[in-house]
């Protein structure tokens, strides 16, 4: 039997290969659908993603659903879900991953409407970690409030790297739909070139997320951050022109300097709000602020 849509062979209840037990349907976009399953054989809920079966003779979907499956599994990271296994299930292309619970970014933001400095910072240099790990291998060039989720522990997940760049035998997919990613978020070189980016391009995504973690909407030309928050330190501004910058070549040189940077600005914040240096602080107020920068590691 040939699958037409989502509600023909993946409804809750019904059972994928013999294996897998269809439980809800948590994720769905113009690829495909995810779902929440559990797998008979080793008794753990997983996280099935499918891509649509009107996609299956579309060679270019194909390749890039194949592509997202050899590049997590090439990445080995905590902030990257782990994939499991791989099937063609009545001409259904599928795969198993971790079942994670959270909110993405996007939902988080829309509940909060603008998250506290200490709040975005701390999410934001995690995702950073993740990027570093991740740009050894590929590009994700799909960076969004909706391709990262927040776990209860607040440790952070990336997802999606359908859309990523990887230099081996997927190279000339990168010119099939030259439009990839959400136009909001992505670079000036990537609206020209989609397929002769490199990691800068994450980089200015991850400014433009920043902005909005802070100010509920995306970066509106010729206002800066402070425009909107006054509260914040003034070098914040600095910081995001020099993320958002038009040329590659002034942005940050790499994700683990965005990171330090960031956390260098908040540092320099906190410690202006308590109105002593680091170094004489009060034992609490110290306390605090290195309290902030372990649990920003022990989620990593």
Not at 245 to 252: E, G, I, K, Q, V
């Amino acid at each position: 039997m040939q699958r037409d849509s989502a509600t023909t062979q993946f409804q809750p209840g019904s059972v994928v290969g013999g294996r897998y037990d269809i439980r809800a349907l948590i994720g769905s976009g113009g690829m495909g659908e995810v779902y929440l399953a559990h797998d008979r054989k080793t008794n753990q809920d997983v996280a099935l993603k499918t891509l649509h079966g009107k996609y299956s003779a579309n060679r270019a979907a194909v390749s890039r659903f194949v592509r997202e499956v050899t590049l997590t599994r090439q990445m080995d990271h905590p902030g990257i879900v782990r994939l499991h296994e791989t099937h063609n299930w009545n001409g259904t292309l599928l795969y198993t991953m971790d079942y994670v619970e959270g909110k993405t970014l996007r939902r988080w933001l829309s509940e909060k409407k603008r998250l506290d400095f200490g709040s975005a910072v701390r999410v934001l240099c995690l995702v950073a970690d993740v990027l570093e790990h991740a740009h050894k291998i590929t590009i994700h060039r799909d960076l969004s409030p909706e391709n990262i989720m927040v776990l209860a522990d607040g440790s952070v997940r990336l997802l999606d790297f359908g859309l990523a760049k990887l230099d081996d035998k997927f190279k000339g997919l990168t010119m099939v739909g030259a439009n990839l990613g959400k136009l909001m978020y992505m670079a000036p070189e990537q609206e020209l070139d989609a397929g002769a980016v490199d990691y800068r391009a994450d980089l200015y995504s991850l400014g433009v997320i920043l902005f909005e973690l802070l100010v509920g909407r995306t970066p509106l030309p010729g206002r800066k951050l402070r425009d909107f928050r006054p509260d914040l330190p003034p070098e914040i501004d600095d910081f995001l022109k020099k993320a958002l910058a038009r040329r590659p070549d002034d942005r940050f040189g790499s994700a683990r300097e965005f990171r330090d940077a960031l956390l260098q600005l908040y540092k320099l914040h906190t410690t202006r709000e308590a109105g002593v240096h680091i170094a004489t602080a009060s034992p609490g107020i110290a306390a605090r602020i290195r309290g902030f920068f372990r649990r920003i590691l022990r989620a990593r």
